[in-house]
């Protein structure tokens, strides 16, 4: 083969070694990028289907749809002069591993709380359930004697609201990071979001990683185990179970409730 036809082969060789790497390059981040799992949303505001009282096979009365937001309206409870439980589950699935985002505002003196890894059976969710704290921190202790309550844990100053008490905390268990605490006021709407695997959960407030914890740890038992729920022992045992709100006799609104399995 004459020389200037030996150096044109080699150089179409190239050229489609390099264009094949081209197209290997352009496919790769698509063929090896980890998919992020898919957002399903819980309560969209139009729909309440999946919700239902805990131990419940409806809603308990109050809780309704208004202007595209999960409320419980406290006066159309009382008009029905109902006396059982509040609290509300999405009942149509349990969660194992997941990121839990909603949005929520309270007014004065309120306290709720989101719930996870419930099971039913028991009095109710706190019985059974970790809970991310919300609360009124600026003002419920002014409007609620908390003395005779706190003073059962040794609490220095149980008339106020203790730590492990505040918006955000792993209630009784793990309290926030109040340096990075970014709590809107009473009226305005706040978001949270729930990290939970087995290696690792985490609290965030408004975009502000509040705590982190390992569930089931040596650490986690020590506390389980010295505080409020020592004499609950199938409190945070379970490994899957539904997402639940809480109500505590006063109006609450929460939107945008999605979650995704991690």
């Known amino acids: 083969m004459p020389k200037f036809l030996r150096l044109a082969a080699i150089f179409l060789a190239l050229a489609a070694c390099k264009d094949t790497s081209k197209q290997k390059d352009q496919t790769t981040p698509s063929e090896t990028a980890e998919e992020q799992p898919e957002w399903v949303y819980l ?3 139009t729909s309440l289907d999946g919700w239902r009282g805990y131990n ?19 006066e159309l409870g009382l008009e029905q002069d109902y006396t059982g439980g509040k609290d509300i589950i999405y009942g149509a699935e349990e969660f ?7 949005e929520w505002k309270i007014p004065e003196g309120a306290n709720s709380g989101i719930f996870y890894h419930v099971k039913e059976g028991y009095d109710g969710p706190p019985e059974v359930a970790p809970e991310y704290q919300i609360i009124d921190d600026e003002n419920y202790a002014d409007i609620h004697d908390l003395t005779g309550y706190n003073s059962q844990f040794g609490a220095e100053h149980p008339e ?3 730590d492990w008490q505040k918006t955000g905390a792993d209630y009784a268990m793990h ?4 340096s990075q605490k970014q709590l809107n006021p009473v009226g305005e709407w706040n978001s949270s979001k729930i990290v939970f695997t087995p290696e690792k959960v985490e609290h965030w407030l408004n975009g502000k990683k509040l705590l982190e914890f390992e ?10 185990n010295s505080g409020k729920w020592d004499n609950a022992p ?4 379970y490994k899957t179970g539904y997402i639940a709100l809480q109500d505590h006799a006063s109006p609450i609104w929460f939107r945008n409730i999605k979650i995704r399995k991690l």
């Open 175 to 178: 309290t926030a990071d109040e």
């Open 96 to 102: 194992d591993n997941f990121e839990l985002y909603m």
């Open 215 to 224: 569930p089931w740890s040596e650490d986690w038992k020590a506390k389980k």
């Open 56 to 74: 419940m096979d409806s809603l308990p009365p109050g809780w309704t749809i208004k202007d595209s937001v999960l409320t419980f309206d406290t």
């Open 234 to 237: 199938d409190y945070g045992k």
């Open 43 to 45: 309560f969209n505001g």
């Open 160 to 162: 106020l609201l203790q």
